[in-house]
């Protein structure tokens, strides 16, 4: 006879929330040294992050409930870093590094909690703020995102019969492990799991990551997500974010300020931080320009993480810029982490093999994939571009350019006077997927 | 925090017996009518069933434990039919049929067990027989296969891991989906699972009739299986099987005997059963031969059910028969039920569309096809061509030709002398695969 376990049930019958995010680790390890950085030099900026949703044709606020997102909302303000998490923040080697985080930087962070929100929904769409301490509201990204998108995916599938729910996570297991067939066949391949914002729900999310180590072997090597990577024994991979030049440049007296912004922050950086983690993300404003104004102690960093450009001519234009000043991209690191999946991968890879050191951030295609999964068609499922920048930093606006005009953010007066100090070289318009 | 149930952990780690077969339903519906002609008629015949893995290149017995297997036999023997079986036999309807099981049989089969077995090692593969009363022993048939099936499988999947296994079996729900996906598509089809003997495993049978009943709706008709028909308010599906000419052409005294044999039996069905019981499975020596000497009443019955010629072949030679003997095929039925596949399935739907009423049994390919889906590759998961024949009646040895010869069975002195009975016309060599 079948076995139905009578608490289990009883619970399962009265419970109140199954909460999206459950820890304070369940976020991006770029946050975290990060935020040491924020803390340690501009503890008194005011920041507020956006969300901002770039696929307006899905209505959010018209699928997924006002009360459920609040009751998610604070339910992740109730959270607080565990002693274990603490612990091991402090003991764990981040890229071979031992005590990256100061011990007075854990201990402020016993006491951290996420800061409030400010949520209305305006014709179809929410709009949620956070506003306050640039150490607080940094926090929130990875948790808004997580918590929106998973709802949405529970509203896509509420209502589905058991058997339908199992075919379909059933496709998208068989469809994910087709991937990992595909990608072991690279001998080489350097690959982490980058999907936690744009994920289907935690638990996919882990189940991706289970299937990349299983898969993968020495090829996967780490996950962005700090509480997978603790939970697995694996690394956790990430270095820095748009989120720092926009801010510096926001809080610059004149053009020149906002000029020299993307490499200040690199220096405040490299005080910091070594190794592994001197990384550059060169297309806050424009690669282009970025090159073309960069210092020459910035070829001695260990790599770049092209982010809005197509990979190959990203990459390109990044090694260019390694041969004019005399260093050989073989010894360097790309990372490819925008909107990548197999096949983009699998180019990506053959096109550089041998000339350069690569790895791969694999996000959403990893963890959100379920395309041609769900037995009843429908597009609920489908990912949609969404992103919670910074917009407003001590009052004065934040802007962001990228190479793509389409991923540009801010105050349209702003960014015109950006893209006059930064000019517009390199750009290309293309519609973010994801 | 995850909730282990402690109780069922500790029993998991010291459990027996996994059984195969838990129920004496867990066979195919055409054992039941059989069984009680059987008895009603030839109550005094002795018959031996015998295992004949037609798929020589796999040794079986070096995959299968002969301890593990006797367990397994010996707890099918420990099976007795339950009050709510025999209820739900006596009152349930088949094929629209009220009683089709009198009470005096139902009352017999309360005490029904099945009986002993031999078996013995042989040169890599099992001798495994079973010996008494027609009555009996017929019942050995399913139970016998699908333990060894299952016990297969078991073998084949052992020590793999947690997630390999959640990979292989997403992997199989995916195939089998997109299976039911493309059968969809035929507005007309009349589908049952026929699966039983040759499933991959119990839950896996389970599984691929939810995916029937989910996915076609009123196209699936049924399944096979009585258990699965109970549990689940399908129609048990079936009529009768080779071994009742089989036998009654060994018993036969003199070569007219053997020749009248086929006809006898289904005479001798006709006064039991009535309506879509009336199905003619006319190979067991050949459906050439039994066509050019069956008599003209036999164009009354419902249908015919082609099982060992290729399925356009064999339905265009019935259907000519009921043209010569002035029937209209558009009124009559064919099953078609040999080694089908989703393109088989289509490529008959197709050909015969309009032309006669068709119906499906889907077996092997249902149930055991995880052709692609184990991540460690290997073959211990492809169905063999494993059968349970009875192999001598009163002592006489019992003799199968079929349409096929790669498919005949019994002593090739007695298989020349049936050739001699019933001509050659009309018989194709092909490898039986399943």
Known sequence: MPVTDIATRVYDHGWRLDPVVRSLLDTDFYKLPMLQMIRHLHPEVQATFSLINRTTSVRLAETV???????????????????????????NNFYGKRRMFAPEFIDWLATFQLSDYELRTVDGQFELTFSGPWTHTTMWEIPALTILNELRSRMALKGKGRFELDVLYARAKAKLWSKVEQLRTLPDLVLSDFGTRRRHSFLWQRWCVEALREGLGSRF???????????????????????????????????????????????????????????????????TAFLRDAPKWLADWTGFRPDSMPPIEGGEQIMAWWQAHGRDPATKLLIFSDAMDVDSIQATYRHFQGRVRMSFGWGTNLTNDFRGCDPAGGTGLEPISLVAKVTSANGRPVVKLSDNPAKATGDPAEIARYLRIFGRDGRVEQMPVV
């Open 65 to 91: 409930d006002e009360a459920e997102l609040r009751e998610q909302l604070d339910h992740a303000r109730t959270l607080r870093f565990s002693k274990k998490e603490l612990i091991w923040l402090a003991g």
């Open 221 to 287: 090597v780490g996950s962005s997500n700090v509480l997978l990577a603790m939970d697995n024994d694996l690394e956790a991979i990430g270095t820095n974010a748009h989120e720092l030049p926009m801010v510096l440049a926001a809080l610059a007296q004149d053009d020149a300020g906002v000029a020299a912004a993307p490499y200040r922050v690199l220096e405040e950086w490299q005080a910091h931080y070594d190794g592994n983690l001197l990384v550059v993300l060169p297309d806050a404003f424009g690669t």
